[in-house]
């Protein structure tokens, strides 16, 4: 998986867009199923920093016990001790905990870690669109075996604009960029599924007997705030590096929109919307 390395300046960069981002009704879902499940284990899958369960954590009541399984052990040792933190301030009282998992996702089995430390909640984010179709497949079928209901929220959609100035060229840079999304990620063999993999995932959780929900979660970088300058320098710098790749006959004038772009980001004319698409999937009663 040598290619999902990020490292913990830009996932707490994201942060705030991913939390402002986010569609309340499936973090309710999740915490209904949790009471009905009276146990609150959960599986955090490429956890990074923490983000997905920091946002989490205030949204599925007491007792939540988390395994944060990611390849970085730097990452998942920041993870769990903001964790442990944010958990003691959100159910002082309940108990709670915070485990870690170093582990290439290529070698996941929840089956077997469902037999060690029952699994009742299995989620993740901004990871399916760096995956290919046969390693959906095999989540949701791995869901499936466990009984376990899965959240996968901030998965890219292909929809991304610069709002306040239209420009020409961002429609060529935006395709161009979702093609780039599409080579492999070394999540699963064969190419990611890009703006594709919420979609397939859907199909897929149906497919083996789930009831699933989707909805849309939006960054909304409003033009002329720092945050937004500065998450959409790194924006614009991923868009433009990932066009000259994928049409280097064109490298000049992506050159020159990089250019003007920054330039209008850094003097507040444009903002940026990115689209996501979060999904909530949860076995049908038998």
């Known amino acids: 998986m040598s290619e999902l390395l ?67 052990a730097a990452l998942l040792k920041e993870a ?33 870690l469902n ?10 984010s901004a990871l399916l669109d760096l995956a290919s179709a046969a390693w959906i497949e095999r989540l949701a079928e791995q869901c499936h075996a466990i009984q376990a209901a899965a959240l996968f929220v901030l998965n890219v959609n292909g929809h991304w604009s610069i709002t306040g100035i239209k420009d020409g060229l961002d429609e060529t840079v935006r395709q161009a960029f979702n093609t780039h999304q599409t080579k492999s990620k070394g999540l699963g063999h064969g190419p990611a599924l890009g703006p594709m993999a919420a979609f397939a995932a859907s199909d897929q959780f149906k497919r083996v007997g789930f ?39 064109q490298i000049h004038e992506f050159d ?14 444009v903002g940026i919307e990115v689209g996501h698409t979060d999904l909530y999937a949860e076995p049908l009663a038998s």
């Open 6 to 72: 990020f490292d913990s300046e830009w996932l707490t960069l994201r942060r705030r867009a991913d939390h402002q981002a986010r569609d309340t009704l499936l973090n309710e879902e999740a915490a209904y199923w949790l009471t009905q499940r009276h146990r609150s284990h959960i599986v955090d899958l490429g956890a990074g920093n923490g983000n997905n369960a920091h946002y989490l954590i205030p949204w599925l009541g007491p007792q939540q016990h988390w395994r944060l399984i990611d390849h970085d």
């Open 80 to 112: 769990r001790r903001s964790l442990e933190e944010a958990i003691q301030s959100n159910h002082a009282s309940e108990g709670h905990g915070v485990e870690t998992g170093q582990m290439d996702l290529n070698t996941l089995d929840l089956p077997a």
């Open 256 to 269: 020159v929109w990089f250019v003007r772009r920054q330039t209008q980001l850094a003097s507040g004319q």
């Open 211 to 249: 009831e699933v929900q989707t909805r849309t979660s939006v960054w909304q970088l409003l033009a002329g705030s720092a945050y937004t300058k500065a998450l959409g320098f790194q924006l614009i710098n991923g868009w433009h590096q990932a066009a000259c790749e994928m049409l280097p006959d």
């Open 115 to 124: 037999q060690q430390w029952p699994i009742d909640l299995v989620t993740a």
